[in-house]
């Protein structure tokens, strides 16, 4: 019960801090100063005290989507091993948090549709397309994975890693795959770019135009809770924690999270948007690289 | 050992992945820099003086020489760099993956005399990539770039029989690709002379223009 409640309080104070952080590495790339690491939970507050405004050509599913998608995630967040055991866990749990954020990605497009603006509508399609070449490539990593640790939950895939982590070629190859969906599933740097509101090639953003107040609140702290499980998710299924008191390891977790963190900044910073036309191929890529290291492992000899 | 295979066959994905003839040519030259330091280590020996002589013969042919003539034709024939296949890029990624899957499979790794059970389905596949790259291919320099991976699949497929591989043979089969490599060199450049393009398919048009 106690770790129940670290674990709900992490999920939910947590994941805008790792978005100053990236934010906050951009900036020092660039050489400006950056918004404070805490600017998205002032954001957040903001949005908060805000009211809410809808488009009147709007039904009832924009209303719901943004709650709906909140609450999806946060469910899934109750999946992810953050440190030891995650407080939900049984066999096959990997296919209901791929589910359920399939569920909040559905919800986004359909909301994005529902508004009937033309441009949210190419958004939504974007992301199908991208969100279909991300899963056979997140199913591989994960089947990957149940073959090399005979267990099919991700809290038994990361009691696995704990005794017999090693630096296995085929373990890197993974771990890389999974930082690209990392980032096409968060929509960050070289696939799309959080920040802009300007141009056509916008995917994640072009979808949330119509929200406002705390609707756009719950939306913004939904992709960070996101975001923050990924990252989780990548640390403690590649990099777990070694420690065993429950506290040095929630703190070790924490660092090596920050130090994806500064990680995705980085990549951000060094790398430009890749054309749209690009990016399913570099997608495929990553797909045919998880199918390699599968066939290693498969091999025995990864 | 494990690592320079993946990373060989990683370098050949890239080659199949990428649109560019140029970032080609140099992921072909850091696979012959992989490709040169496996015999040492299937050897197991870094001073021995047969391995030394070697590693520094395919160094010296596969990643530098063989890459400049590559970039070197490229620039007298004056090639546009970017790659148009017959098969879409996505599509001979897809295959790529399809033909690593069935070169893995584990019908061809009962091969005796392997080192480790990975380079042999290691050689079949880049073989096999290899091929892929030549029929997929439409300018005269990528099938060339097609050829070489071709190439250093065999010669992985001779790593796993070497023992004692007479030197002399290991030289005449880098050599023998060397010399094939300028003919295609000197070709391509001909071919652009006198068609004004290397286009692989306009070639056999019969047209006088």
């Known amino acids: 019960m106690y770790t129940w409640a670290v674990h709900f309080f992490l999920l939910l104070f947590l994941p805008p801090f790792f978005l100053g952080v990236i934010a906050k590495t951009k900036a020092c790339f660039a050489g400006r100063k950056g918004p404070p690491l805490f600017q998205v939970y002032y954001d957040l507050y903001k949005l908060w005290s805000k009211g809410v405004v809808y488009s009147r050509s709007a039904s009832y ?23 030891g055991a995650s407080p939900i866990h049984f066999e096959g749990d990997f296919i209901l948090l791929a589910y359920l954020f399939g569920v909040g990605r559905f919800f986004t497009i359909l909301a994005a549709m529902d508004v009937g603006s033309s441009f949210e509508g190419m958004g939504a399609a974007r992301e199908a397309t991208f969100a279909a070449l991300t899963e056979l490539a997140f199913f591989l990593i994960v089947v990957s994975l149940v073959a090399m640790t005979h267990s099919t939950s991700l809290s038994g895939m990361l009691a696995w890693a ?24 968060n929509s960050r740097m070289p696939i799309d770019d959080p920040t802009t509101h300007l141009e056509l090639t916008m995917i994640h953003e072009v979808m949330i135009l119509d929200y406002s107040g705390p609707d756009l609140g719950l939306i913004l702290h939904g992709a960070a809770m996101k975001l923050f499980l990924f990252i989780a998710l990548l640390t403690s299924l590649f990099w777990p924690p070694t420690e065993t008191s429950f506290w040095l390891a929630l703190g070790s977790s924490v660092l090596k999270m920050t130090g994806v963190a500064i990680l995705i900044g980085v990549v951000e910073s060094a790398n430009a948007r890749l054309r749209l036309i690009k990016i ?10 998880t199918a390699f290291a599968l066939v290693i492992i498969l091999m025995g000899k990864g | 050992m494990e690592w320079l295979l993946i990373g060989i066959i990683f370098s050949t994905f890239f080659i199949l992945g990428s649109g560019r003839i140029t970032s080609c040519i140099r992921a072909a030259a850091m696979q012959g820099a992989l490709l040169s330091l496996l015999p040492m280590v299937v050897r197991g020996s870094l001073v021995d003086p047969h391995s030394l ?51 893995f499979s584990g019908v061809f ?18 073989v ?6 030549l029929v997929s291919r439409k300018k005269a320099v990528t099938q060339v770039i097609g050829f070489l991976v071709l190439e250093n699949g065999v010669f992985l497929f001779g790593m796993t029989l070497v023992k004692e591989f007479p030197i002399t043979v290991e030289m005449g089969v880098l050599l023998d690709l060397l010399v094939g490599v300028f003919v295609m060199g000197i070709m391509i450049y001909h071919i652009n002379r006198t068609f004004d393009h290397i286009d692989t398919t306009l070639l056999t048009s019969l047209k006088d223009s």
Request: glycine share 6%.
């Open chain 1, 61 to 83: 599913v924009l209303r719901m989507a943004a709650p709906i998608i909140f609450s999806v995630i946060l469910l899934g967040g109750l999946l992810v091993p953050v440190v």
């Open chain 1, 162 to 185: 704990k005794n017999h982590f090693l630096w296995a070629p085929a373990y890197l190859i993974l771990a890389g795959a999974f930082f690209l969906i990392l980032l096409t599933e």
């Open chain 1, 280 to 289: 399913p191929q570099l997608l495929i890529a990553n797909f045919v690289a």
């Open chain 2, 53 to 103: 002589g070697l590693f520094v013969g395919t160094f010296l042919i596969k990643a530098i020489l063989i890459p400049f003539m590559l970039f070197r034709s490229m620039r007298e024939a004056s090639i546009r760099e970017e790659i148009e296949p017959t098969v879409s890029l996505h599509l001979s990624l897809l295959a790529g993956g399809l033909v690593v899957v069935i070169a």
């Open chain 2, 109 to 126: 790794s009962r091969l005796p005399g392997a080192n480790t059970p990975l380079i042999v389905p290691a050689a079949l596949s880049m």
């Open chain 2, 128 to 133: 096999l990539l290899g091929f892929l790259l």
